[in-house]
């Protein structure tokens, strides 16, 4: 791994606030950018149902003013021949009715009446053309609000004639009402539909035609205020295609060749963003119905709606649009801005990672190269710890005990290997004894029957030989003293194969009261024991003769160390009932405090092992016994254990 543990730990933090604050952001968009495209639908079709509604509102009155008309004419009540009574009649229909543009009847005769609204001399204007006799007049009269004359004129050179008009031809073919398509208005020159109804005779045979005149323009100046997003836009177009209201009216006019005046196609319009909207369309398969549509201009995505307008028999569809920005604008600009501001806090928190990670691992690190170090000896335990977390320096203080622990066992093992060592040549001299033992034995048997037979001869002659007889008592006492040590010895060895045997204590006790003797004499300690008839007891010899010896040297170094001036070791032997105790008693200076006696390494010495106590002990055990200390007697120290009796 290349990377400190600090970077890994900060870049998958910052990697991960990354990613979670991301996710959060893109889910959230995408919930809201779903919410806010339903909330603009919702939003589009309100505007197209307002314009809808504003649409019918506006052609309704023409329907209406149109049936009431129809119903006066043809039931007298103002009768078709009175042209100045119709005039009046049109007059006030026009006053109550604000977006009708004018109303006209023609009959078949050719007979005309037409009150519209003008722009002057006078507010209103009447044409009149007049049949009579086959002669024809056209007078114009302009009117005031309050209806009186501004202006009059004729002209004679008007070929206009209703009845070669749609709307006179249509009503009249058809016997109903009808609505025209839309044209241009012959007077007005602006953009208009007519609402058509046949007036008949009482006999039911047709008089004429009523017709109401509406211009739709006012519809496009509704829709240039109608609010659809904040660049959207909504239009009327017919079946065609034609273009019927625009919230830019000068769109929907184009001049013909001929010079008049017709509809623009909504492929034909200078507003690419309509005829976009319009592309997306197929109505191909007759359908009437709402629509919605997805569709993009210049790289920005749109949404359309395209509603037909329906309760009027007018083949009409509200196309409504706007750019999809103006909904979700704010949330996508929303969403940028808090990608940036993920990243940034990303970035912060990588470096505040990297700066949290480094202090926590600074200790971490101090305290792992001081580790290190005092693992590898080369810096104390007992130096001072870094500063660090309270679990490391529970760990330290564990650790510590377990190097400390590791070091006193592996100085003791090495202790121990010493003393191993020193046994094994211990053990190997006592072999190297037992084999000299074996072989002085018999050259000093030898000596001692030679110097008996030189006794012999040389007492033949007593006096003379009285300073050679001296030299060979002499040599005889010492002979035999070498023999006895030497017995002493082999006495040991003999029958030792290990196992438990049954043997007279008192000739053990001489036995080895002779080898230490020596050592006792040296160091000025007199050696005494007691003599009687005991049973024999059973164990083995050699070991027993061991523990014998161990509490012999034990008192001896005791009363050495002391230079006490009584210097005596006493061993008594008692029966008891099943065994002898057997007590090895000195003089010397008693248990010294800071030894725990039968605990293995304890010792007083400097060449001490502290072994020979608790090896005595299991010794005595293992042979059916027991070994303590008797600590109830005053001045002086003694040890003591029994032996099974036979
Ligand atoms: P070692 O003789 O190697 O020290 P031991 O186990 O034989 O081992 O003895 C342990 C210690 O007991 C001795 O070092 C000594 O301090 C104490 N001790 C044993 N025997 C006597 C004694 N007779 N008098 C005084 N102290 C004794």
Redesign the pocket.
């Known amino acids: 791994m290349r990377y400190s543990l600090g970077f890994v730990l900060a870049l998958s933090l910052a990697g991960l606030q990354f990613v979670a604050i991301f996710v959060v952001v893109s889910t959230s968009y995408l919930s809201s950018e779903r919410a806010m495209l339903k909330l603009a639908r919702g939003l589009m079709e309100d505007a197209g149902a307002n314009a809808v509604e504003h649409t019918k509102r506006f052609l309704e009155p023409a329907a209406e003013t149109t049936e009431q008309a129809k119903r006066v004419l043809n039931s007298g009540l103002v009768s078709t021949t009175d042209r100045e009574t119709m005039e009046r009649y049109f007059f006030q229909l026009l006053q109550t009715e604000p977006q009708l543009a004018g109303i006209n009847y023609g009959d078949e005769a050719g007979n005309f009446v037409y009150v519209m609204k003008s722009d002057g001399p006078g507010p209103y204007r009447t044409k009149f053309i007049t049949i009579e006799d086959e002669t024809r007049s056209v007078d114009f009269i302009w009117r005031s609000k309050d209806y009186s004359i501004v202006e009059q004129s004729t002209d004679p050179a008007d070929a206009y004639d209703a009845r070669t008009r749609p709307w006179y031809i249509e009503a009249s073919a058809l016997g109903s009402r009808i609505w025209t398509d839309p044209y241009i208005f012959f007077s007005s020159q602006q953009p208009g539909i007519t609402v058509a109804a046949p007036v008949v005779f009482p006999s039911g045979a047709l008089q004429g035609v009523i017709g109401v005149d509406i211009e739709i323009s006012d519809i496009s100046v509704f829709l240039s205020d109608l609010r659809v997003g904040d660049n959207g836009a909504a239009l009327i177009l017919n079946q065609d295609g034609s273009v019927l209201a625009h919230p830019d009216p000068d769109q929907i006019k184009v001049l013909n060749e001929d010079g008049t005046l017709s509809f623009a196609n909504i492929n034909d319009i200078d507003d690419p963003i309509s005829r976009a909207a319009f592309a997306n369309i197929d109505r191909a398969d007759g359908s009437t119905g709402e629509l919605q549509s997805n569709f993009s201009y210049q790289d920005d995505a749109y949404l359309g709606l395209f509603s037909p307008i329906t309760g009027i028999d007018l083949p009409w569809t509200i196309a409504v649009y706007a750019p999809e920005d103006d909904f979700i604008g704010v949330i996508k600009d929303n969403r940028a801005r808090n990608t940036w501001i993920a990243a940034i806090i990303s970035v912060l928190t990588a470096l505040a990672g990297l700066t949290l990670a480094e202090l926590i691992l600074r200790p971490v690190r101090a305290f792992a190269v001081r580790t290190a170090l005092v693992s590898q000896g080369e810096v104390s335990a007992t130096e001072p710890l870094p500063k660090t977390y309270r679990e490391l320096r529970r760990a330290n203080k564990t650790l510590i005990n377990e190097i400390a622990q590791r070091r006193e066992s592996e100085a003791t093992v090495q202790e121990l290997n010493r003393d191993l060592a020193h046994f094994s040549r211990v053990n190997v001299m006592g072999q190297m004894a037992t084999g000299l033992a074996h072989e002085l034995s018999q050259p000093l048997t030898a000596i001692t029957q030679n110097v008996d037979a030189a006794i012999t001869t040389a007492s033949q002659n007593p006096v003379e030989n009285q300073d050679l007889l001296e030299i060979l008592r002499e040599l005889d006492e010492q002979a035999h003293q070498g023999g006895d040590i030497i017995r002493a010895l082999r006495g040991f060895i003999r029958k030792d194969d290990g196992v438990m045997s049954e043997f007279d204590l008192r000739i053990l006790i001489s036995q080895t009261c002779r080898l230490m003797r020596h050592e006792a004499e040296v160091r000025s300690v007199n050696l005494e024991y007691a003599t009687g008839d005991f049973p024999n007891v059973k164990g083995n010899r050699v070991q027993i003769a061991q523990v014998l010896i ?1 509490l012999m040297r ?2 001896i170094e ?1 009363i050495e160390s002391s230079n006490a001036k009584i210097r005596n070791i006493r061993i008594d032997v008692s029966e008891q009932p099943d065994r002898l105790e057997i007590c090895v008693e ?1 003089t ?5 405090k800071d ?1 725990i ?1 039968f605990k293995q390494f ?4 400097a060449e ?7 090896i005595c002990r299991k010794i005595v055990e293992s042979n059916g016994g027991r070994l303590w200390h008797d600590a109830d007697v005053q001045t002086k ?1 003694r ?1 003591c254990f029994t032996l099974p009796i036979v």
């Open positions: 161990n034990n008192a005791a000195d010397g200076p008693g248990i010294s030894v006696l304890q010792t007083s010495k001490g092992m502290g072994l020979g106590l608790s120290t040890f």
